[in-house]
């Protein structure tokens, strides 16, 4: 599991092997975890989008590359 990217509260991971449709984990410190999906940014599991405001607009920002990293580790 590459963690792409580092933030206070959390960091954004990427599985290898892992279902589609391509997203990302952002995992908190204290265990609580979501999904985010690059085609629309729709945040699944256990925190809200208000919580992670950062990592979502860090996401969009990046989402090209995310999509590269994706497609790299989901053949």
């Known amino acids: 599991m590459p963690t792409i990217q580092f933030f206070y509260k959390s ?3 990427m599985y ?8 990302t984990h952002v995992m908190m410190r204290d265990g609580r975890e979501c999904l985010v999906y690059l ?3 729709v945040v699944t599991g256990r ?3 208000r919580e992670i405001q950062n990592e979502l607009q ?3 920002l990046h989402r090209r590359q ?3 990293t994706w497609r790299r ?3």
């Open 11 to 13: 960091r954004v991971v």
């Open 16 to 23: 290898a092997g892992d279902h589609p449709p391509p997203h």
């Open 39 to 41: 085609d629309d940014l």
């Open 47 to 49: 925190v809200s989008a």
């Open 58 to 60: 860090w996401i969009s």
């Open 66 to 68: 995310l999509y590269e």
């Open 73 to 75: 580790l989901n053949p």
